[in-house]
């Protein structure tokens, strides 16, 4: 059974930074893609970041320039280091990791339980 488990959320003051963490365990043949997701309260769970192959990252539009993804392939651990955080990056931040299983050989997808992330002064 693949599981993944964020770490890192928590309270900070505005222009402050954070650094999230989502390390995926188990018996897994490779990772594709592993990425963050957040949603705020009223709000649809949105893209915020992901990393394909370790490689090629996407990054939301209200994000670029202030948050970089990067991911260890050898931990099959990524990150979210967030700078310059502002209060609309309030939310509770999931991470997703999909990829293969050797046994049987087949794709998986999983979701973290989510890590919360409150910007207030």
């Known amino acids: 059974q693949v599981q993944v488990m964020e770490s890192g959320g928590g309270l900070v003051q505005p222009g402050g930074s954070l650094r999230l963490s989502c390390a995926a365990s188990?018996?897994?043949?490779?990772?594709?893609?592993m990425g963050w997701y957040r949603q705020a309260p009223g709000k649809e769970r949105e893209l915020v970041a992901d990393?394909?192959?370790?490689?090629?990252?996407n990054y939301a539009d209200s994000v670029k320039g202030r948050f970089t993804i990067s991911r260890d392939n050898a931990e099959n651990t990524v990150y979210l280091q967030m700078n310059s955080l502002k209060p609309e990056d309030t939310a509770v931040y999931y991470c997703?990791?999909?990829?293969?299983?050797?046994?049987?050989?087949?794709?998986?997808?999983?979701w973290g339980q989510g890590t919360l992330v409150t910007v207030s002064s």
């Open positions: 990393i394909t192959g370790g490689l090629t990252t």
């Open positions: 188990g018996r897994i043949s490779s990772i594709n893609v």
């Open positions: 997703n990791v999909e990829g293969w299983i050797p046994v049987p050989l087949s794709k998986f997808e999983v």
